[in-house]
């Protein structure tokens, strides 16, 4: 899988990350993640909670502690050059300026001590070298385009002066507002209420439309993602077992893990058709089962599948080898296709 | 707008602590046993001198009229005259007051220029050389009490090196040993508040997000972290200059500096009641005023203080 060519924006190749701990095996948080995007895709990436979607993304800003966190293998090419290469002073000036991200809790990832437009001025100032009332222009026109109506008045307040959604809003205004290729949006609306959840959804959808970036977009909830996405991707244990484009993830699934997930939550569509849990849960990632990893909570799961690890292929209707990327289809199972047990 | 309300809200405190002091104050002296009256006729005076300046001090009314009184008088800030010397309470302790201000203002100087880096330093480069320093200084300070450094110091600076004076006042450099051995001590405990309240901010998600930002290290400790962190460390300091005011009691005794811990203990020596009552009064107004003022400066550091 990954975008093969120059014009990619994103390509993750067999992306090995692992935390060591005060005792025992080392927590293998990501184990050869490929993961690619083309300029302006919005991309799903879902997963359960503990699957490796935070580690990918924190791996991504180049945020992880090192130590406990190591990255083993892999390389993250970010408009062809390697990420994991540069120095740090170096991955600093791409944070915030070419790769941003905007976070789950907005009150608690805006800093309480300062004004709204000074959290966003000083980045303008950092990033793009602009004066005080230039950065303070930028700002208000950047508060008018993530839907801060009255965008003085919210500039000039501190983060606890602000509702929920706006604090969201705030939260998208900093990171767009150095005009980064890339958004990495890790569950952005987790934190809100639903009416507030799809306003945001919206902005998004609105910002990438003008602004032409490439959105990473992490959520747990799929209904959320296929509002969004352009194409999902579905992690387990820390690989990614599952990608495509919206319309066949959600349409044809592949994999009996992503199977799964569509039958565990409610879909407008899917009326009548029965809500299902899967049983167990992600393992942990001290202790990841051999094989595929999913093979203990698999409904198809055969003997294979707990020792050999199911390399990513794909499987689609188009023809051509030159397709493009966002139309690939690739699954990591030893049984695509096989039928469904009811 | 919102922070005049607060602010005189606060100022509302500051009066309701101050009345009640007093008040306390006066009736805890009627409850200590002795008649000021007597103390000051002396021993073979007759009944009806007694009873002349018991008159004249007004401890023959009843003693609802007693406290009117005396809260008049407080309010006007008139704590009547000394008994030993004849002159107005408020006089002499204006007289006295500078130099122990003085004192505990450099005493905090010395606390905060000392507790704060090394605290920063200690927080941000944790388990380092420095780390470790300030811990065995926080150690030391806490464990040593301030008269015994003090006299330590003057040994040490005064007797052994002639650097500074060993007695008397009147320069600054009368007061250098006198407010490193009040600082000492207070510097133990704001460091080891500094260093903790930095670690807390350190490990916040905001700072995540100004890493997220691109922002350099030095801005995400020194400008996001800090600023947070500053808030408990401002009230710790400003806390610290109320105590260093009553530690400076106990150094002036030390360093024979004739600031107010001298009168006081003076006038409780010789049963000098209004001296004393005022003496008392004075220092409650001063805690409170600064409490007051750190108030306010912890808001305008805060903004999340003034709703509320």
Known sequence: ?342 | MRFLRFALKRLGRLLLTVLLISTIIFFVIRVIPGDPALVIAGVDASQEDIAAIRAKLGTDKPLVVQYGTWLAAVARFDFGKSLSTGQPVVRMIFERFPLTLALALLGLAISVALAIPLGIISAVRRWSAWDYLGMVFSQVGMAVPSFWLGILLLLLFAVKIRVFPLFGSGSFRHLVLPAVSLGFARAAVLLRLTRASMVEEMSREYIVTARAKGLPERMVKYRHALKNAMLPIVTMAGIQLGYMLGGAVIIEQVFSLPGLGRLFLTGVYQRDFPLVQGGIIFIALVFSLINFLVDILYSALNPKIRIG
């Open chain 1, 1 to 342: 899988m990954g975008t093969q060519g120059n014009g990619a924006l994103l390509d993750v190749r067999g992306l090995a990350v692992s935390f060591d701990g005060r005792s025992g095996a080392p927590a293998r948080a990501l184990r050869g993640v490929d993961l690619g995007m083309a300029p302006g895709e919005i991309r799903g990436l879902v997963g359960e909670s503990g699957s490796g979607k935070t580690v990918t993304s924190t791996c991504l800003m180049g945020l992880l502690p090192s130590p406990p966190a190591r990255i083993d293998a892999g390389e993250i090419l970010f408009k062809g050059r390697d990420l994991l290469g540069l120095s740090a002073e170096e991955r600093r000036r791409v944070r915030g300026r070419e790769i941003a991200m905007v976070f789950q809790e907005p009150s608690r990832y805006l800093n309480p001590a300062f004004k709204i437009g000074t959290q966003i001025t000083e980045m303008l100032g950092l990033h793009l070298g602009m004066g005080k009332a230039e950065a303070r222009a930028k700002a208000e026109e950047l508060a008018g385009l993530v839907g801060l109506g009255g965008g003085r008045r919210v500039l000039a307040s501190y983060p606890h002066e602000l509702s929920g959604g706006m604090k969201q809003r705030a939260m998208i205004a900093m990171a767009i507002s150095c005009n980064p290729s890339l958004l990495i949006a890790d569950e952005p609306t987790t934190a809100l209420d639903v009416t507030l959840q799809l306003q945001i959804l919206r902005l998004i959808l609105r910002l990438r439309e003008g602004l032409g970036m490439g959105i990473l977009f992490i959520s747990h909830d799929l209904r959320l993602v296929r509002i969004v996405a352009d194409t999902v991707s579905v992690i387990y244990a820390g690989r990614i077992v599952e990608s495509a484009p919206r319309e066949a993830l959600f349409g044809s699934p592949l994999h009996p893990y992503t199977r799964l997930l569509l039958q565990s939550i409610p879909l407008a569509n899917k009326r009548g058709s029965r809500l299902r849990a899967i049983p167990g849960r992600v393992p942990d990632a001290q202790a990841v089962p051999a094989g595929c990893a999913f093979h203990p909570r698999c409904p198809l799961a055969e003997e294979r599948c707990s020792s050999e690890m199911p390399e990513s292929t794909e499987h689609a209707a188009g023809h051509a080898a030159d397709r493009h990327a966002a139309d690939r289809h690739a699954v990591a199972c030893h049984f695509v296709g096989k039928t469904w047990p009811d």
